[in-house]
């Protein structure tokens, strides 16, 4: 597959994209990673010179989403310049190779780029019975994933699979799936959740790396904080309307139609860190609230159990039972409201009885 | 070693109190002004909390006109966050008392649940709150089991809401803020910070739960000792 000495740029001129459409590429990447003007001339020399990033991308338990995202990176221009970018040598979903042929690159990238390939995990393994819920080219998946970890320079967790653990790790998860984070503990690991993540969100970060030849700059849960340091909420163009105290009652009344805040519907905006609101999907069109629908929260930890998507205040399951803190809290207040009521009572019966006693009392403290 | 002066500290300090004899004088407790002034600001403080966290929690009836006319939502989650301030600057400086005032200060952050006495003591109120017995043997404002109750539900659960409530506001004084430098770490407990709206809300209804039983303690303690002088 990719030799060593090739560069990005040429890969680039090879599949006959101009050089003026090379450039607009470069500018657009330096502009959505908010980077200065000259920050362009550097991407397209970092490009022209540098080596490809060998890649090997890995699918564990998955959908392909994450894939289906990121061919569809916003221009279909840049799309081909992306896959040519990295040298993706293994990757079992749009590969050529099949077989035998297939894994026989792994043990090749392994070998020839010891601790300089990237690895790229989509999905997640499970780790129930011996990993046996998961079988890669005759192997546990995990097994796998352990292996290219180990030569790996660093691995990026793509989607809600691989940083969280999704809707396979969902209670009661039978098979055991877990987070990459939890099998590989000795890799830098970053996390691209989403479900899928945006599409411009990995080249992006794909960009990055191969262009300043090192990882970004990750927030405390292990995101790229480029992209992960804002909520939803901070950038949604409703905002206004959740400040105004304007909120969406019902699906399709009014204030639906009128485009008011969706906080009532059970919007995760103001819990989801992602760029949604601000990068938005397929080429800037939509995103889901603008779609007049709330945010699942779909890149944030275990959203799959953390209740229904359009309440408030979710359930809390802890209890072993399914009720939100409201309803939790004024079941609680009203036991003990009740409680109060008929101590008061007794008190006051005790009181009228024991009166000759307390007159007794008195004359000699306790 | 800080440690164990505050332990030597309290010690004695405790050993002062149960030196005194019981006294009917609920004011003994908190007559102190600091302590007093405190009490009453920070009442008004957890109010407040409680009444906008509560509309925070489940929204408001929607506001006619445009978004540019109005800034309700704006103005609760304001009061929400300026009161949320005044009751932590007030549990710091309440803290600070604490260490340099006298024993009954120390009562809320110290319950040395290591002592028999202590167990003694909560066992025989349990049992004067259950009429077993005629005569309770502190008075309320520092009987022992009131002493676990403001230690265990108001001490414990203000600190929660104090770490949590910064965490959250953190969140959206942005990543770069010193909020969320000194309580991001809460992300690290609860990475989906969902749990922790959800956490932080059902904080609220342990605090309202407390002030119900806190508030008819004290009126039931004032009563009684109105009945019994008379």
């Not at chain 1, 680039?12 to 001339?41: E, N, W």
């Amino acid at each position: 597959m990719g030799g060593a000495t090739e560069t990005f740029y040429s890969v680039i001129r090879r599949q006959g994209m101009t050089r003026r459409s090379f450039h607009k590429f470069c500018s657009l990447t330096a502009a959505s990673l908010g980077l200065g003007p000259l920050a362009a001339s550097s991407i397209a020399n970092a490009l022209e010179t540098k080596p490809r990033l060998p890649v090997i991308w890995l699918h564990g338990l998955e959908c392909t989403c994450c894939s289906e995202s990121f061919i569809r990176s916003a221009h279909p221009l840049i799309k081909d310049a992306l896959l040519s970018m990295i040298s993706l040598d293994y990757d079992d979903t749009i590969m050529a190779a099949a077989g035998h042929q297939a894994e026989a690159i792994l043990e090749e990238t392994r070998a020839k780029y010891r601790g300089r390939y990237v690895l790229a995990v989509e999905g997640n393994p499970p780790l129930n019975e011996g990993g046996m819920f998961c079988i890669d080219g005759g192997k546990p998946f995990v097994e796998k994933l352990r292996s290219m970890a180990e030569e790996s320079m660093a691995i990026i967790a793509w989607g809600t699979c691989a940083s969280w653990g999704c809707v396979q790790a969902a209670k009661p998860n039978p098979t055991g799936a877990a987070p990459i984070d939890k099998v590989i503990t000795n890799k830098p690991i970053i996390k691209v959740p989403g479900c899928p993540p945006i599409a411009e969100v990995m080249s992006g970060l794909v960009t990055f790396i191969t262009t300043f030849g090192k990882l970004p700059e990750l927030d405390r849960q292990g995101r790229p904080s480029m992209f992960y340091s804002e909520r939803i909420h901070d950038k949604c163009y409703r905002r206004s309307h959740f400040d105004a105290g304007q909120f969406v009652e019902e699906w399709d009344d009014k204030y639906a139609r009128k485009g008011y805040c969706l906080y009532k519907m059970g919007c995760k905006g103001p819990t989801t860190y992602n760029a949604c609101s601000a990068l938005r999907w397929n080429g800037g069109v939509s995103f889901p609230i603008q779609s007049g629908h709330g945010c699942f929260g779909c890149s944030e930890d275990g959203f799959w159990d953390k209740g229904s998507f359009y309440d408030r205040l979710t359930t809390i399951k802890q209890f072993g039972i399914e009720e939100n803190a409201d309803q939790i809290g004024m079941a609680a207040a009203g036991v003990v409201g009740l409680t109060v009521a008929a101590h008061a009572a007794v008190t006051a019966v005790k009181r009228l009885t024991h009166k000759p006693d307390r007159a007794a009392h008195k004359s000699k403290p306790s | 070693m800080f440690g164990n002066d505050i332990g030597d500290r309290a010690r004695k300090l405790f050993a002062a109190v149960d030196a005194k004899p019981t006294e009917w004088s609920i004011g003994i407790a908190i007559s102190y002004a600091p302590v007093r002034l405190w009490h009453w600001v920070n009442a008004a403080a957890i109010l407040m909390l409680s009444l906008t966290g509560y509309v925070i929690g489940t929204g408001t009836p929607a506001m006619s006109g445009e978004a540019s006319g109005n800034f309700l939502f704006g103005y609760i989650r304001f009061a929400h966050f300026s009161a949320g301030y005044v009751l932590s600057i007030g549990f710091l400086l309440r803290i600070y008392w604490a260490l340099i005032g006298n024993a009954h200060a120390m009562q809320i952050f110290w319950v040395p649940l290591w002592r028999k006495c202590l167990w003694r003591e909560v066992y025989h109120e349990i049992r004067w709150y259950a009429f077993l017995t005629v005569e309770p043997e502190r008075p309320v404002g520092r009987n022992r089991l009131a002493q676990l109750a403001m230690f265990f539900m108001f001490t414990q659960t203000i600190t929660f809401m104090v770490v949590t409530g910064f965490a959250l506001y953190g969140q959206g004084a942005d990543t770069d803020s010193w909020q969320y430098k000194l309580f991001g770490w809460v992300f690290s407990i609860w990475p989906n910070s969902q749990d922790v709206h959800t956490w932080h809300h059902l904080g609220l209804w342990v605090i309202v739960t407390f002030a119900l039983v806190h508030i008819y303690a004290v009126v039931r303690e004032d009563s009684w000792r109105a009945g019994a002088s008379l």
